[in-house]
């Protein structure tokens, strides 16, 4: 029966009101812009997207504010899209713990030397869906995961050659061999630690928009330069180039389970019952033995090409599913590279590649930093530029009328001289 048919048999006057629509809960976090933005007269309403697209105003940092390795940045919101800018992006420097077994005898990890640090640099965007509320979330939390999972490795990153084990010594003399088999090198950590912070930033944002009621994802593109090398990570349609004076070289993929290795770790992780508990999904480089339980040894799962370390288990020493190599963050050696004076990597989110090609972003560096060596901003300016290159002006550079109505960031990363700039420990 209708809640109207109860009111006219029991109680006096007329039906009921229409119930009230459910109010919508609050984002897990408020929106704002990137703070390194903060002065750069940039505001969170809706001006800046009720206009036409030549009126949208790019956005950069303040002259004299410093991204790492003096980075140029900026930013359009779009064109009536959403009211919002559902892009996000964060820079910084990474500082990374070292961490040494205790002598205790439940192996904590203590911080012998909180003063020791391994450094690096950090730069990412993030393209929001359904919101700007992922994209945040990611800003806000994806460099924390990053940091402690490379923490987690450091130990093996700063070794000639990680060793198959963390405490310091090997359970089998043979150790040593299994890993130089499998190719593991210090780079290989890097990986595992950027997709594990991937996956588990991932969750943390899926955790928090169910607990507030809402929807929505983002893309994130990242970049990070440790020890003389720059990682590329890339999860959606955001790209990285490389731009030099006679190449242009993508540094980003989708990221997606490519290698079989990963598409049958996926599936036993999914449906665990086809391991008929007599397999583990995890990978090892080699087959573990009893003396392993309670060590730190290297592994990997279904969401990673790199490696990382975990506390070995009754489980872990089941069969193993798989064997296989694989990579899906590009890793660029900066000293093989040797970068000369006008060397950059461009980031932008999938709004500045709608409408230019790679060979048009690199035609459009290559005809700007030359003219313009003596100004300090120039990378910032290289950022704008390319940006309203989207906006279909007929003084634009490209000259092709093309518009892009989707918000666009913008990072330009200079490779040149950033010797002072690279990782030490």
Avoid at 61 to 70: D, F, K, S
Avoid at 107 to 126: D, K
């Amino acid at each position: 029966m209708s809640a109207n048919w109860f009111r006219r048999r029991f109680l006096p006057g007329g039906p009921l009101p229409a119930p009230r629509p459910p109010r919508p809960r609050a984002s897990p976090v408020p929106y704002r812009r990137p703070r390194f933005l903060r002065g750069s007269g940039s505001s969170p309403g809706t001006a800046d997207a009720s206009c036409r697209p030549d009126a949208r105003p790019v956005r950069s940092p303040v002259r004299g504010r410093a991204l790492p390795w003096n980075a140029g940045y900026a930013e359009i919101i779009n064109a009536e899209k959403s009211e919002f800018n559902e892009d996000q992006a964060a820079c910084g420097k990474l500082c990374i713990r070292r961490f040494e077994f205790g002598v205790e005898e439940d192996q904590e990890w203590l911080t012998l030397c909180p003063e020791e640090f391994l450094t690096g640099h950090y730069w990412a965007l993030f393209d929001g869906h359904g919101g700007p509320a992922a994209a945040i979330l990611a800003a806000n939390t994806l460099h924390s995961c990053l940091r402690q999972q490379l923490e987690a490795v450091v130990e093996g990153m700063v070794a000639t050659q990680p060793p198959m084990h963390l405490s310091g010594h090997c359970i089998r003399p043979s150790d040593p061999q299994f890993v130089e088999e499998k190719g593991i090198r210090a780079e290989d950590l890097v990986v595992g630690a950027l997709e594990s912070a991937f996956q588990e930033c991932d969750e943390v944002i899926g955790r928090e928009l169910e607990a507030s009621g809402q929807v929505g994802g983002c893309t994130a593109l990242v970049a990070v330069t440790l020890q003389g090398k720059l990682y590329v990570a890339n999860a959606g349609d955001s790209r990285a180039i490389l731009v030099r004076r006679d190449e242009v070289r993508p540094l980003s993929s989708e990221f997606t389970p490519e290698t079989e290795r990963q598409r049958i770790q996926q599936l036993a992780f999914l449906y665990p019952e086809l391991l008929a508990g007599e397999f583990t999904r995890l990978e090892f480089p080699r087959r573990l033995k009893g003396d392993d339980l309670g060590q730190k040894v290297l592994f990997r799962d279904h969401h990673m090409s790199g490696w990382s370390y975990k506390c070995v288990e009754q489980s872990d020493l089941k069969y193993p599913l798989i064997h296989g190599q694989g990579r899906q963050v590009t890793v660029l050696d900066m000293d093989q590279l040797e970068p000369q004076e006008e060397d950059v990597v461009v980031m932008a989110t999938d709004g500045l590649w709608d409408v230019l090609s790679n060979e048009q972003v690199a035609r459009l560096v290559r005809s700007f930093l030359p003219g313009n060596r003596e100004d300090p901003h120039r990378f910032s300016e290289l950022a704008q530029m390319l940006i309203h290159s989207t906006q279909g002006k007929d003084d634009s550079p490209t000259q092709e009328g093309q518009v892009s109505y989707d918000d666009v960031s913008v990072f330009v990363i200079p490779l040149h001289n950033q010797g002072q700039g690279r990782s030490s420990h």
